[in-house]
């Protein structure tokens, strides 16, 4: 019999403060092309049939229906799936198969069998029907990894989107490259109309890019932990200077040294204006995905530190729960005022991690400095998949400190309505983001 507690938290409209999600017009025209490639998210399940012993290749072809039947490309991969799908990964995709096509086991007939309904999803106004209505989503927070941040017609409140810095953190500066994944990348001087030539330019093309795109943002966002190490460093101008003009000489001209010279500059630049116009910096910290090279010390939020002591007026949100530096990030969160700690992805990473996580923080930081849920996935199928992941797992963290005599269940309830909503929307402005976005729309029109 279901408590109180899983009710309420079964029940509760969810903040998903982390998506990577593709629009509309990508879900419809370029999604998944049969079961088999919507059930294995490959950067993440792929991750683990490669360290399962599956070769990289094979585990490519699951998400390519271009490349074979179903049988010919589930069929390398068989025995690593039986042996990975106990991780938190592998949890996901068998829930993805349960809850989304109605399978029992992941057989090459049940997915031929189940293709229809992969076919009625892909259909016009159903990404957003399984989000907002079967995952019981607020809104969602989608990184598209760029600058801009366009209304998304297919539903302008519940799509919110961030303002990508990763290029900038790696001590990049993007000319001319598109992100052909959702079409909408341009250049700094086309997106600006500034050309870089020196550092008062990139500030002030930097500040440009925050013009256009900073009020209708829900936050700024930086992943450069999959490019360099999070340890920041206050640079001086000269320095910076320096490291630009290696840069802009060319391809190879920049070593790594100015380029992480460049980098923080841009950084600390880019948690400025991100105080200016009063959003969330969020910064991946912790794991990696798909066994890419992982320098793992280089992934600790502790890294961060002197940045959070540079900026006590931002306001950090700390993504992934630092994994595995997890009880260092505890003790992040217990000390800086200016630090929000986001279990996006966590529980696919770890689930029996993130709930002992859970537990952890409550016992040692405010509770209304944790956020319950990103899915961190491209694809409305995952990301409700997710969802109910996160449920599942919160719920039995929560039962258990119930079970411990810690939280009755009414403080218990409270605290889920906390993690999976109200911290989130205290964070973010999330309706003075809609007002901007209405705005925007207007103008256009």
């Not at 209505?133 to 017609?153: G, M």
């Not at 297919?154 to 799509?159: A, H």
């Not at 991100?274 to 890419?292: V, W």
């Given at each position: 019999m279901a408590s109180d507690l899983s009710e309420h938290i079964q029940q509760t409209v969810m903040v998903d403060s982390h998506e990577h999600l593709r629009m509309e017009d990508v879900w419809l025209q370029d999604g998944p092309g049969d079961v088999l490639s919507d059930l294995f998210f490959v950067p993440y399940d792929g991750g683990d049939l490669v360290t399962a012993g599956a070769d990289d290749q094979d585990v490519n072809r699951l998400a390519d229906h271009t490349a074979g039947d179903i049988e010919s490309r589930f069929a390398p991969v068989a025995d690593t799936w039986e042996a990975m799908q106990l991780t938190g990964f592998g949890e996901a995709v068998r829930l993805h198969a349960k809850l989304i096509y109605d399978m029992e086991q992941i057989t090459v007939p049940a997915m031929a069998a189940a293709q229809p309904r992969l076919e009625q999803l892909r259909q016009p106004d159903q990404r957003l029907r399984l989000l907002r209505d079967e995952a019981k989503l607020d809104h969602v927070q989608v990184d598209n990894l760029c600058w801009a941040c366009e209304p998304d017609e297919s539903d302008p409140d519940f799509f919110l989107y961030d303002l990508n810095w990763r290029t900038f953190c790696n001590g990049g500066i993007e000319i001319e490259t598109p992100y052909e994944a959702v079409?909408?990348?341009r250049g700094i001087e086309t997106?600006?109309?500034i050309t870089v030539t020196d550092l008062k330019s990139l500030q002030e093309a930097m500040e440009a890019i925050f013009s256009l795109y900073g009020r209708r943002a829900i936050a700024v966002k930086s992943l450069h932990a999959y490019d360099r190490?999070?340890?920041?460093?206050?640079?001086s101008d000269h320095d910076a200077e320096r490291a630009l003009g290696a840069v802009l000489a060319g391809p190879n001209k920049a070593d790594e040294t100015d380029r992480l010279c460049l980098g923080d500059w841009c950084l600390a630049r880019g948690v400025e204006l991100a105080i200016e116009y009063d959003l969330p910096f969020?910064?991946?910290t912790g794991y990696l995905a798909r066994n890419l090279p992982m320098m793992v010390h280089h992934l600790q939020a502790g890294h961060l530190c002197e940045l959070l002591i540079r900026y006590p007026q931002a306001r950090f949100v700390l993504m992934?729960?630092?994994y595995p530096y997890n009880d260092e990030l505890v003790a992040i969160a217990k000390?800086?005022?200016?630090?929000w700690v986001d279990l996006c992805w966590a529980w696919s990473c770890n689930p029996h991690v993130s709930a002992k996580f859970v537990r952890n923080f409550l016992h040692a930081v405010p509770s209304n400095k944790l956020f319950a849920f990103g899915g961190d996935t491209i694809w409305p199928t995952r990301s409700y998949v997710y969802s109910v992941q996160a449920r599942?797992?919160?719920?039995?963290?929560l039962e258990a400190e119930v079970c411990d005599?810690?939280?009755t269940e009414q403080q218990a309830m409270d605290v889920a309505t906390r993690l999976m909503r109200r911290n989130q929307l205290d964070c973010f402005d999330v309706e003075g983001t809609r007002t901007a976005v209405r705005q925007a729309m207007r103008i256009t029109m």
């Amino acid at each position: 019999m279901a408590s109180d507690l899983s009710e309420h938290i079964q029940q509760t409209v969810m903040v998903d403060s982390h998506e990577h999600l593709r629009m509309e017009d990508v879900w419809l025209q370029d999604g998944p092309g049969d079961v088999l490639s919507d059930l294995f998210f490959v950067p993440y399940d792929g991750g683990d049939l490669v360290t399962a012993g599956a070769d990289d290749q094979d585990v490519n072809r699951l998400a390519d229906h271009t490349a074979g039947d179903i049988e010919s490309r589930f069929a390398p991969v068989a025995d690593t799936w039986e042996a990975m799908q106990l991780t938190g990964f592998g949890e996901a995709v068998r829930l993805h198969a349960k809850l989304i096509y109605d399978m029992e086991q992941i057989t090459v007939p049940a997915m031929a069998a189940a293709q229809p309904r992969l076919e009625q999803l892909r259909q016009p106004d159903q990404r957003l029907r399984l989000l907002r209505d079967e995952a019981k989503l607020d809104h969602v927070q989608v990184d598209n990894l760029c600058w801009a941040c366009e209304p998304d017609e297919s539903d302008p409140d519940f799509f919110l989107y961030d303002l990508n810095w990763r290029t900038f953190c790696n001590g990049g500066i993007e000319i001319e490259t598109p992100y052909e994944a959702v079409g909408i990348w341009r250049g700094i001087e086309t997106e600006t109309g500034i050309t870089v030539t020196d550092l008062k330019s990139l500030q002030e093309a930097m500040e440009a890019i925050f013009s256009l795109y900073g009020r209708r943002a829900i936050a700024v966002k930086s992943l450069h932990a999959y490019d360099r190490t999070l340890l920041w460093r206050e640079r001086s101008d000269h320095d910076a200077e320096r490291a630009l003009g290696a840069v802009l000489a060319g391809p190879n001209k920049a070593d790594e040294t100015d380029r992480l010279c460049l980098g923080d500059w841009c950084l600390a630049r880019g948690v400025e204006l991100a105080i200016e116009y009063d959003l969330p910096f969020k910064i991946h910290t912790g794991y990696l995905a798909r066994n890419l090279p992982m320098m793992v010390h280089h992934l600790q939020a502790g890294h961060l530190c002197e940045l959070l002591i540079r900026y006590p007026q931002a306001r950090f949100v700390l993504m992934h729960i630092a994994y595995p530096y997890n009880d260092e990030l505890v003790a992040i969160a217990k000390h800086f005022p200016n630090v929000w700690v986001d279990l996006c992805w966590a529980w696919s990473c770890n689930p029996h991690v993130s709930a002992k996580f859970v537990r952890n923080f409550l016992h040692a930081v405010p509770s209304n400095k944790l956020f319950a849920f990103g899915g961190d996935t491209i694809w409305p199928t995952r990301s409700y998949v997710y969802s109910v992941q996160a449920r599942k797992w919160l719920t039995k963290a929560l039962e258990a400190e119930v079970c411990d005599g810690n939280l009755t269940e009414q403080q218990a309830m409270d605290v889920a309505t906390r993690l999976m909503r109200r911290n989130q929307l205290d964070c973010f402005d999330v309706e003075g983001t809609r007002t901007a976005v209405r705005q925007a729309m207007r103008i256009t029109m």
